[in-house]
């Protein structure tokens, strides 16, 4: 099913207003991770205001739909997105990573309503999901886990230690989306280690591997259905993204994975921002 | 008589699955040494087994806890510790999610394969770990009352399990108290304060002591963290000197943890039994345990010694 021509506009505003949350906040508290939040905006958003089913309501309850953030320092976005549904009060989002408050830099679950797991140290975000997954399926639950990843994080060995497992146990109701936008912190995925022919690694490891721009609503809402519609395994899509996307001076910058924000910087965001 | 650990572990775990369907066992391409194939032969759809992967067994019960489940993972105590510390430090102890991490094969008991397979410092890092119960079991007997406690405790716990057959200690009608420790044998001149298999070394070096004229108290410290502070120091106030003895490097383990404790509550004389900071190599595990300094004639020069010093 497409998405409707209403979801559609009403997502593109929440984009909109989301990233410039997400500016705003990041130059008041002068640290976290802009680079990475901007990339996968839309992701979070088509999830929690459209294909999940999670609300205030069945926070608690088992038959909910469970996301993963596998790269945890995206976690302001997740934040923003969190503090819209009304899990916790917005207010708490100016005090991010500071001290006495509920959001830590790399998101809790002890801490933050609607936080599944704790996430931050690469790679354990598919590891857990594969079990969560495995677990609503003992539970005969039909609940599905979305896992979200970075393209530097599928460097780590356990990454591909959970494609196995997931792939072996017949996780259809696990989807990975990978926020590909092709930068790491230390430069881009290319210069740093080149992960190559992405559909073909996942197919080898046994997952239905569908392509999506993840900056396109509609692209990324279909790619989801036929992640949901498939029932032989586990489902990855690839999500072609730009890392800082929306600032012009952001994009695609390795040094926008975590630097704070200056105020020439900040003005000429918010400038680029208001013309969208 | 004796008895093996790794036996007794697996029985509990079959019970504990017979009688809690929410106790789901993970093991990594070891489950015939663990013994955690004992619940995967009856209890299948709740057995997964994901190869050699440890990190990802860890990381997997991360989120079976989520969804509410046991979770029991098991490999070698050694790659448990290395290979799946991540995940479990992360996930399981930072979510103080409601896995039980089963460390099999611990200290130098799988002694023919030598130093890789050896753990020695696993007490030091679950100890450090927050969140985290750590138990030691004895014997047979205790290995299965602590295993099934462990299920019934409701947060991350580590359970230390040898590989060896050991002697009985426990009669059948034993009960196991998370964060007790156990007074096995009375006595006035010195304190024997032992985890694990050393309770057994440290039950023998109380009749060496006999024969020299010396009264040892020897008590079991089965739950390393949290310890029991309060058996520590009215031993520490009636006995006036302490040996520990534990399989494990001097430092970090439970050594550390007693010299901790009285060092607040009765600080008197301490003396540590345990591997002295090397490495070990293959061999026979009580020619090993003889030659790295944990055997029964240790503990009792130890206790001579601090005896002197009070």
């Not at chain 2, 992360?90 to 089963?102: D, Q, R």
């Not at chain 2, 949290?226 to 000197?241: F, N, Q, S, V």
């Amino acid at each position: 099913m497409t998405i409707s021509k209403e979801k559609l506009n009403e997502l593109t505003v929440i984009n909109k207003r989301f990233r410039r949350t997400l500016i705003d906040l990041l130059y008041k508290i002068q640290t976290g991770h802009p680079g990475g939040s901007l990339s996968c905006t839309e992701i979070l958003t088509l999830l929690y205001f459209e294909k999940m089913n999670i609300t205030k309501e069945n926070l608690n309850s088992m038959g909910r739909d469970r996301f993963i953030l596998g790269k945890g320092h995206a976690a302001p976005m997740l934040y923003i997105t969190l503090a819209e549904k009304g899990f916790f009060p917005k207010e708490e989002l100016q005090n991010l990573r500071q001290i006495n408050a509920m959001l830590q830099g790399h998101p809790c679950s002890k801490t933050t309503p609607g936080v599944e797991l704790s996430t931050g140290p690469l790679g354990l975000g598919i590891s857990a999901g594969c079990g969560m997954a495995q677990g609503l399926k003992l539970r005969n639950e039909d609940s599905m886990v979305y896992v979200v990843m970075g393209d530097g994080e599928i460097q780590e060995g356990i990454v591909w230690e959970a494609a196995m497992a997931a792939s072996k146990f017949k996780l259809n109701n696990l989807v990975a989306i990978l926020d590909n936008n092709g930068v790491q912190l230390d430069g881009t995925v290319e210069e740093i280690m080149p992960m190559g022919d992405i559909r073909a690694k996942w197919e080898a490891f046994g997952w239905h591997v569908i392509e999506a721009d993840g900056h396109d609503i509609s692209s990324l809402s279909d790619a989801i259905d036929e992640a949901k519609g498939y029932k032989d395994g586990p489902s990855i899509i690839n999500a072609k993204t730009v890392k800082g996307k929306g600032i012009s001076f952001m994009e695609g910058k390795n040094i926008w994975h975590g630097k704070p924000i200056s105020k020439d910087e900040y003005e000429a965001a918010i400038k680029e921002l208001e013309v969208i | 008589m004796k008895k093996s650990i790794r036996d007794a572990y697996g029985e509990a775990l079959l019970e504990l699955g017979r009688e809690n369907s929410e106790v789901v066992v993970l093991d990594a391409d070891v489950s015939g040494s663990t013994k955690s194939i004992t619940f995967g032969k009856e209890i299948p759809e709740r057995f997964f087994n994901v190869g050699v992967a440890e990190a990802n067994m860890a990381g997997m019960a991360a989120g079976f806890a989520a969804t509410g489940y046991i979770p029991f993972i098991n490999t070698f105590a050694a790659f448990m510790v290395l290979r799946a510390g991540d995940p479990i430090r992360s996930l399981i102890g930072y979510g103080k999610l409601n896995v039980k991490v089963a460390g099999a094969y611990a200290g130098m008991s799988d002694s023919y394969d030598g130093a890789t397979h050896h753990t020695l410092m696993d007490i030091a890092f679950f100890r450090a770990l927050q969140n985290f119960t750590v138990v030691s079991a004895a014997d047979a007997v205790q290995a299965k009352a602590a295993t099934k406690a462990a299920a019934f405790h409701n947060g991350p716990v580590y359970l230390r399990l040898s590989r060896a057959e050991v002697p009985v200690i426990y009669g059948e009608d034993y009960t196991f108290e998370l964060g007790k420790g156990e007074v096995l044998r009375e006595g006035n001149d010195v304190t024997l304060v032992a985890t694990g298999v050393m309770v057994q070394k440290a039950l023998e070096a109380h009749e060496l002591l006999k024969e020299k004229g010396i009264s040892a108290r020897v008590v079991n410290i089965h739950t390393i963290k949290p310890i029991d502070k309060d058996l520590l120091t009215k031993c520490a106030k009636e006995t006036g000197a302490i040996v520990t003895a534990e399989e494990h490097n001097i430092y970090g383990g439970l050594g550390g943890a007693v010299s901790e404790a009285l060092a607040e509550s009765c600080p008197v004389p301490i003396a540590i039994v345990g591997v002295k900071d090397v490495f070990a190599e293959s061999g026979d595990y009580e020619q090993l345990l003889e030659k790295y300094g944990l055997a029964a004639k240790n503990i009792l020069d130890e206790a001579c010694k601090v005896i002197k010093r009070k």
